[in-house]
């Protein structure tokens, strides 16, 4: 379960980010958490409840926005969204593309007390 570590790392860049403000609470994380990382936003959020537990988070709560695939073709320049993990470009049908969006997880913004 690699939500483990990536809960872990949000801890940290929370802490440290509301230490830089002068806060000692974080009351917010709001993630961008892409389709393409395999998090499961469940398992994401329980492991988040369990380890922040002590923490400057102790009270926070995690709101999670899914990002779909999205690949830029590099034969054409098309832009377009990958449905199945069909990775084809919708223009031309060529294959040699790079996926732009939805392969990351972000902390996008903190709420600190």
């Known amino acids: 379960m690699h939500e483990v570590s990536v ?8 802490a ?4 830089e403000c ?5 009351l917010k994380i709001a ?3 892409g389709e393409m990382t395999c998090i499961n936003d469940e398992n994401l959020v329980f492991v988040f409840d369990v380890m922040k537990k ?3 988070s102790d009270n926070a709560r995690m709101v999670i926005e899914r990002v779909p695939v999205s690949a830029r073709c590099d034969a054409c320049g098309a832009v377009f969204a990958v ?9 031309c049908g060529s294959p ?7 392969n990351d997880i972000t902390v996008e913004s903190l709420e600190v007390e």
Do not use: H, W
């Not at 440290?16 to 230490?19: C, F, I, L, S, V």
């Not at 002068?22 to 974080?26: A, F, R």
């Not at 449905?83 to 223009?91: N, S």
């Open 54 to 56: 002590g923490t400057l």
């Open 7 to 14: 809960v872990q790392n949000i801890l940290d860049i929370a």
């Open 96 to 102: 040699r593309v790079t996926v732009t969006e939805g």
């Open 31 to 33: 993630m961008r958490v």
């Open 16 to 19: 440290k980010k509301a230490r």
């Open 83 to 91: 449905a199945e993990y069909r990775f084809l470009c919708d223009a």
């Open 22 to 26: 002068g806060s000692g609470k974080v």
